[in-house]
C-alpha cells in the first residue's frame, strides 16, 4: 500500500466537514443504548409507539402495493389534508399549494437552506437550539450568527430581540426561529413575532420558522397552538414554515414533515426533493394522511400527557435545591441547569452511570447551553417519577 | 401588501437555484400521470410492487413498534447482512464498518458530495447520465465537468477514458461513474476500471461509483454481478460505492440504499445523515435486512425478467427503421436515438399524446443524451409487447 500514502480518506475531505463534530446527544445515546433498565429522556420522543391505526394504514398502502416512486411534492390528498389542519387550527387560509412533504422536519430545514443560503450567507438565530440546525447551514457553507438566550428564573428562557436584530449584518439571507423552543421551552409571544416579521420586511429577509412544537403549548386556552407566523404573514411572502409529523404523531422514527412556503416556490422544492430523497413513500404519507385526518384525538391526548409530565418534573426538581429552571410554556423539554456543574456532557454521562437515566448536555445546543441539561418529559408519569427518584440523589 | 413590493421570494433566493430546471422527467410524468391506459416505460422501476414477503416485514416491524429514532448509521443487523451480501457477490470481504444505510441511492449521493465537494471543486463524469447527480452536484456548488459517451451502434453507450482523465483539473475532487449506466446501459470493462483505479491514486481523486444496478448484467456468466470498484481497492481508499435496495428488490418507492466508504469516514457520514434525514425508520430498514438475506431468487427472477424484457425490446426496435441503438449489457434501460427526431422532449410528449407510451427524453441526462429517448424495460414481456406496437407506427 506504499502507493496510497499520504492520500487517506481524511486527507480528500472538504475542509471542516470533520470539524463537525457530533454534538455529543448521539455520541451519548451510543453510549448508553444497551444499558439495562436505563430511563432515556434525552431523546426528542416521547415513549409510546405511533398510534395503532396509523401503524394499520401504512400496512394498507404497503397491501396495496403502493411501493412506487411517487409525487415529489408529496401525494395530492396528503397535502391537501395538512393545508385543511393548517387552516382549522390557526383560522387562516392556507392552499395545498404551499404544502411541500419532506423527510422528516429536519430535511424541510435543509431543502429550505439550499433554496436560499449561498457560501458565505448569514442565519442568524436564537440559541440554545437544536443542534442539527446549526449543523446543516454549515455543511451548505452558510455562516452562523448565534444570539443566546438568558435562562431568567421568573421569566424563563428569554431571547433580546434587540439583540438578534442587531446581529443581522449584509449578508444574512434569514432569521431561524424555533417557538416553541428545542431545548428551551420558549415560546414566542404575537408581539415578538410581530416585531421579528416588521424587521425581516424592512430587511428583505426570509423568516425560517420550526414550529414542530407548535401544539404543545401550555399556557392559552386548553389545546390552543403556540403564536404561529401563519397567522401574522401572507402567502407569498419570504415565509417558510417547518412541521413534522414525529412529535404531535408520535411518528419520530418514520421521518415524514413538510415546509409550508409559498407557492411560487413549490418546482424549486419539487427539485430539492428529487435531488435530496426522492420523494417519501407513498404508504408513509398514507400513514400521515390517516394521522392528520383521524388522529386529533391523539394529539390532544399528547397535549395533556406532556402538560402533565411538565408539572410532574417541574414540581420535583424545585425540591432539589442545586437545580435552576423556568417553567416552560411551550415543547416537551426541560431545560435546566445545575448549580456547580459547569459541564454538562460530564454530568450527562455521569448521570447515566449513577443514575441510570438519559439527560442530553446543554454542550450540544449552542450558546448560551453549555451548563444545562435537556430532559423531555413526553412520558409516563410512572416513568417520570422513577427517574426523579433517581436523580435525586445526585442533584440535590 | 405595498410593503412587500420589490420582495417577491424569488428575489430572496440563491442565484441560480431558480435556474435548476427540472430534468423534463418529472414535468412530462406529471402531464402523463393520469392518463387512460398510458404504459409508463419512462420511470426507472419495474411494474412489479415489492414482494409480499419484504413488505410482510415492514408490517411486523410496524406491529411490534418500531416506530422509534434509530441508529443513525443503520440499524446494525442491516449493516451486516449488507457487508455479507457485498462479500459473497464480490469475492471479497466488506466489513459493516464500512456499510451506511442512508434514504435511497440518491441521498447516499448527496451526502458523499457534501463530505467531499466545497463550492468551486469540480466533478468529472460520464455523460448521458442520471441527471439527479449533476443537479445535486450544482445544488453544493460543485462544478461539473460532464465527458459526453457517443453512441457506436457496433459497440454501444463509449467512453473515452483519455477524454476523461483530460477534463480532470487541479479543483478536481473526485470521479463520478456509474456502470451499469443509468440511462446508457453502458457496462465499464474489469480493464476500463483498473484504468480509472489507477489514475485516481496517481491524482488523489475520489472516486464515486454508483453501482446501483451492479445486479443487472446480461454479459457474464448467468446472474454474474457487474464488475464493481469493491473489487480492485482496499477498504481505506478513497472510494465510495453508492447502492440502493430500489432496483433489485423493487423497492423504488421506499427510498432505502446504502454507501460503502472508508470505515474512517463513519462518525462523518453519521452527522450527515442526521443533518439530512436523521436516520431511515427501522421497520423498513427491517424489510430491508429480510431482502437481503431471503430475496436472492427475486433478484435473480429480476435479472432474468429484464433480460428478456431487453431482448424483446431490441428485436422489435430492430425492425423500425429510424431507431438506432446497440443492445445494453447492463441496467434496465435502452437508451436509443431516432433518426430525424432532435428533440426528445417534444418527442416524448408526442409519444405520450398518439401512442400513449411514456419515455423519458435524453435531454434530461446532459451532453449526448439530447436526441435519444430512454425506456425502461423491467416489464412483463406482454406490456412491452403492446407498447412496441404503438410505438411502431410512429417510429418507423
Redesign the interface.
Known amino acids: ?1 506504499d ?2 500514502e ?10 471542516g ?2 470539524g ?3 454534538s455529543g446527544i ?1 455520541e451519548l445515546v451510543n453510549y448508553g443504548r444497551e444499558r439495562d433498565g436505563l430511563i432515556p429522556l434525552w ?1 426528542g ?1 416521547g415513549d409510546l ?2 398510534a395503532p391505526f396509523i ?1 394499520a394504514a ?2 394498507r398502502g ?2 396495496a ?6 409525487y ?1 411534492r408529496g401525494i395530492p390528498a396528503l397535502r391537501a389534508a395538512v393545508a385543511g389542519y393548517l387552516t382549522r387550527h390557526y383560522g387562516v387560509p392556507v392552499d395545498m399549494e404551499r404544502i411541500l412533504i419532506t ?2 422536519g ?2 424541510a430545514i ?1 431543502l429550505t437552506l ?6 458565505g ?1 448569514e442565519l442568524v438565530l436564537a440559541t440554545p437550539v437544536w443542534p ?1 440546525i446549526m ?2 447551514a454549515e ?3 452558510g455562516r452562523l450568527c448565534p444570539v443566546a438566550m438568558t435562562l431568567d428564573p421568573e421569566r424563563g428562557w428569554t431571547l433580546d430581540l434587540d439583540r438578534m436584530f442587531d446581529a443581522v449584518g449584509p449578508r444574512c ?1 434569514a432569521l431561524f426561529v424555533n417557538s416553541p423552543g428545542n431545548p428551551t421551552g420558549a415560546v414566542l409571544s404575537r408581539d415578538a413575532m410581530l416585531a421579528i416579521r416588521d424587521f425581516a ?1 424592512q430587511r ?3 423568516i425560517i420558522s420550526d414550529e414542530v412544537y407548535g401544539r404543545l403549548f401550555y399556557a392559552g386556552r386548553p389545546h390552543q397552538p403556540a403564536p404561529s407566523f401563519l397567522e401574522i404573514m ?1 402567502p ?3 415565509l417558510v414554515v417547518v412541521n413534522s409529523f414525529s412529535k404531535n404523531w ?6 415524514v414533515g413538510w415546509a409550508t ?2 407557492a ?2 413549490g ?2 422544492y ?3 426533493i ?11 404519507q398514507e400513514a400521515a394522511l390517516t394521522a392528520v385526518t383521524d388522529g386529533e384525538a391523539d394529539v390532544s391526548a399528547l397535549i395533556d400527557r406532556c402538560r402533565a409530565g411538565r408539572d410532574l418534573v417541574c414540581d420535583r426538581l424545585s425540591t432539589m435545591p442545586r437545580v435552576r429552571f423556568a417553567k416552560p410554556d411551550g415543547a416537551f423539554y426541560l431545560f435546566f441547569e445545575v448549580d456547580g456543574e459547569a459541564d454538562s456532557r460530564d454530568l450527562a454521562k455521569r448521570l447515566v452511570d449513577t443514575a441510570n437515566v438519559g439527560l442530553a448536555p446543554g454542550t450540544a445546543f449552542g450558546p448560551g447551553g453549555q451548563r444545562a441539561l435537556r430532559l423531555c418529559f413526553a412520558c409516563s408519569e410512572a416513568r417520570l417519577d422513577e427517574a426523579m427518584d433517581r436523580l435525586q440523589p445526585v442533584l440535590t
Chains 1, 2 share one sequence.
Open positions: 500500500m502507493a496510497l499520504g492520500r487517506s480518506p481524511f486527507g480528500g475531505l472538504r475542509p466537514i470533520a463537525l463534530l457530533e448521539v431523546v420522543e409507539p405511533t401503524r401504512a400496512n404497503l397491501e402495493g403502493h411501493t412506487f416512486y411517487t415529489q423527510g422528516g429536519m430535511q435543509m439550499q433554496a436560499l443560503i449561498d457560501p450567507d442539527n449543523q446543516s455543511v451548505i457553507g439571507k420586511r428583505g429577509l426570509w401572507e407569498e411572502e419570504r408520535a411518528m419520530t422514527g418514520w421521518r412556503a409559498p411560487s416556490l418546482q424549486i419539487e427539485n430539492l428529487q435531488y435530496n430523497l426522492s420523494g417519501v413513500a407513498e404508504f408513509m
